[in-house]
T-cell receptor, first 116, second 114 residues
Framework: AQSVTQPDIHITVSEGASLELRCNYSYGATPYLFWYVQSPGQGLQLLLKYFSGDTLVQGIKGFEAEFKRSQSSFNLRKPSVHWSDAAEYFCAVGAYSGAGSYQLTFGKGTKLSVIP | EAQVTQNPRYLITVTGKKLTVTCSQNMNHEYMSWYRQDPGLGLRQIYYSMNVEVTDKGDVPEGYKVSRKEKRNFPLILESPSPNQTSLYFC?????????????FGQGTRLTVV
């Protein structure tokens, strides 16, 4: 079974500073990897995803993530954070089982606070 | 507008009183799923459905039931709710992007069981 670890529960950055949110996964084959963002009182919105190919993927709102197989990581980055980026961020890994069923497993989330 | 609609958004109920949270999608997606979100635990999958009449357990199915009689609807049923089912629930509907489900989430249902 797959699993996801987000080592940082809470991160605080200043507006305009760069951001990196860490995500490590455990899965035997090539995983399908996702980053979601959840603003207070809202549902989850997909930021970006990796299935195959180029290991650096671009997403919405200026976010990018890099898949590193050797490190089993899929870290999310943004060069300059805006106050509106304050939210909770979830990394997720999806995988098909041998029986053809599909499961999406989430990390516990990283809450991002932005200081003006 | 493409959306996943959950009802109700907020619900307070008493222990043991059966309830149903509805989920409907208008995107003709085959794959739907239910998650619960608890502080410090992230989202955990309760049940999922690959298509009509095809459902399977996720990571935390105990105390829940689902049905998928038609493609657009995937209700979550709590036959006898207990306080440990107090949580924020999300329904998701997925389309296949290169064979991989990409999930769209509803706005959530906050359930309190007293």
């Amino acid at each position: 079974a797959q699993s996801v670890t987000q080592p940082d529960i809470h991160i605080t950055v200043s507006e305009g500073a760069s951001l990196e949110l860490r995500c490590n996964y455990s899965y035997g084959a090539t995983p399908y990897l996702f980053w979601y963002v959840q603003s207070p009182g809202q549902g989850l919105q997909l930021l970006l995803k990796y299935f195959s190919g180029d290991t650096l993927v671009q997403g919405i709102k200026g976010f990018e993530a890099e898949f590193k197989r050797s490190q089993s990581s899929f870290n999310l980055r943004k060069p300059s954070v805006h106050w509106s980026d304050a939210a909770e961020y979830f990394c997720a890994v999806g995988a098909y089982s041998g029986a053809g069923s599909y499961q999406l497993t989430f990390g516990k989330g990283t809450k991002l606070s932005v200081i003006p | 507008e493409a959306q996943v609609t959950q009802n109700p958004r907020y619900l307070i109920t008493v222990t043991g009183k059966k309830l149903t949270v509805t989920c409907s999608q208008n995107m003709n997606h085959e794959y739907m799923s239910w998650y619960r979100q608890d502080p410090g635990l992230g989202l955990r999958q309760i049940y999922y459905s690959m298509n009509v009449e095809v459902t399977d357990k996720g990571d935390v199915p105990e105390g829940y039931k689902v049905s998928r009689k038609e493609k657009r609807n995937f209700p979550l049923i709590l036959e006898s709710p207990s306080p440990n089912q107090t949580s924020l629930y999300f329904c998701a509907s997925s389309y296949l992007d290169r064979g991989v489900p990409e999930a769209f989430f509803g706005q959530g249902t906050r359930l309190t069981v007293v």
